[in-house]
Each structure stands twice: as C-alpha cells, then as structure tokens.
C-alpha cells in the first residue's frame, strides 16, 4: 500500500501547497487535515497552536505517512520542532522553503513579509532570512483578515479588493522588491495582493519551494512513489465541510475532477 504524505493546516490555506505537489510529484498520495473547526490560529497563544498541531499529527500518524508537512506558517513558527521530536518520519515546515524563495529573488535586499499575527509575533520569518543573509532590511505586518475571507471562500471582487488594499496599506510605500506571503491562505488573494502592491513587488508564495523541499527529502530518503496506479487522496476537515470541499475542489479543480478522492470530518483518535 502506498504511503501517504500527510499535510496539515488550521483551515483550506494548505491546499496552496496540496496543489504545488500535485503538480510536481503527481504519483505521490496526499493526506490532507483541514482544521477548519478551530481556525483561525493566528490569534491564538503559541501553546494553544502547539497543542492543535500535536492532536493533529497524532491523528494522522495511524494512517502511516512518510512524511509530514506543516503547511501553516503559524503552526510552523510554534511547533515544528516539537513535532520533530514526537514522530519518526520528515517535518518539513513552509517558513525556511519561503525565506529561501525570498532571498533567491530580492535585489535591493528589502523584503516584506504578510502573515498571521502569531507569524510576525514569532519573528520566525525575521531569523530565517537573517540566518541565511544577515543584511535584509525586513518589514514585517500582520493582516489577519485575509484568513477570516479566504475561509469563507471569497478570494476575488470587491470585498476582497477592499479588505486586502486596507489591509497591506502599511506597507505599499515601503521600499520592498519582493513580498512574502507569510500565510499558505494568501496565495488565495494573489491577484488582490499583486493589484495592490504593483509590479514592482514580486510576490513569494512557499508552496512552489516547499513541494521542492518534499521532493528532495523523499528523493534522498529512496521514498519516492514508485506505483504507477492512480494515487487516492484524502481530504479531512474538523468542522463544516461543505464550503471546504467547495474551496478544495474549485482550487484543486484538474488535479482531482473525476479522480478518486475520500472525504471525511474525522474525530480525533479515530481512522
């Protein structure tokens, strides 16, 4: 039976990074956990996130994975090496994938960074950049919003435009080249976000560099998918699950209409 890469979050923002390894490593079989019920964890004190991301790694440890993937930078900043020292398998994180992104990109060594208030509360996005190039200048804002109307399924239109324009209003005279979206969510709003900050700002998603990351690591470990057979995903979410399977098909579209996919509102301790 073919092993799993398991890839969590506090809500349908992780399926940026589902669909960036989809596109790279289409035999690989996902498991995704949407924590749909208790997101948004931005606002939440770090013990609290830690807490969520060890239930939930816990959970899905009984499906076997041989991998798992935090793909939310809040419940990176807080527990990625927690997780690290519970399970057996590779943790990869979204935020180190995301700052190398960044410093690949910037050439006037200004860097922005988005992110949940408990992302730019960590300074994690701050030491990952400084531990690569300790000269970026950083200016880092929290915009918590744009999780509350990405779960909600509104990633376009009006209110979109509005509330991200007023949202990343702090940071459109900054003298940034490039602008890291800090929260798997924000990929959602990239055209809002790019209409906003103009074409002068490139825009740094983690997803594309951590599927990258997921491929070397199963590459090096000899845990690439090697059946040929259709892989069949999982998608779980802890609360209501129809607008998450509306978000995750409308966003995932190719990658699994008319493809075998489970769907389930597990409850924890239960496969």
């Given at each position: 039976m073919q092993q799993a890469i398991a890839i969590l979050d506090s809500g349908v923002g992780g399926l940026t990074v589902v669909k960036e390894v989809m596109r790279q490593l289409p035999q690989e079989k996902i498991i995704y956990f949407g924590d749909t019920a208790r997101a948004p964890y931005g606002p939440r004190n770090a013990e609290e996130v830690k807490l969520f991301t060890t239930q939930i790694v816990e959970y899905l440890i009984h499906f076997n994975p041989k991998m798992i993937v935090i793909a939310c930078n809040t419940a990176t900043a807080v527990a990625l090496e927690h997780i690290r020292t519970l399970v057996s398998v590779p943790v990869?994180?979204?935020i180190t994938p995301g700052a190398r992104a960044a410093i690949k990109t910037t050439?006037?060594?200004k860097v922005g960074v988005?992110?949940?208030e408990g992302t730019i509360r960590s300074g994690a996005y701050e030491k990952a950049l400084?531990?690569?190039s300790p000269q970026l200048e950083i200016e880092s804002l929290a915009c918590p919003d744009l999780v509350t109307i990405v779960e909600n399924g509104i990633f376009s239109g009006d209110r979109a435009h509005n509330i991200v324009e007023r949202s990343l209003q702090p940071l459109v005279?900054?003298?940034?080249?490039c602008l890291i979206l800090g929260c798997t969510h924000y990929p959602f709003l990239i055209d809002e976000i790019s209409d906003v900050m103009g074409p002068n700002v490139a825009l740094i998603s983690s997803a594309e560099e951590t599927a990258r990351e997921i491929s070397t690591v199963l590459y090096h470990n000899n845990a690439l998918a090697s059946s040929n057979?259709?892989?069949?995903?999982h998608f779980f979410c802890s609360?209501?699950?129809v607008i998450f399977k509306k978000i995750t098909e409308a966003w995932l579209k190719d990658h699994i209409y008319g493809k075998p996919v489970v769907w389930q509102v597990p409850k924890f301790g239960e496969n």
């Open positions: 990869i994180g979204v050439r006037s060594g988005i992110g949940t400084r531990m690569i005279d900054c003298p940034i080249d057979s259709e892989p069949v995903h609360g209501e699950p």
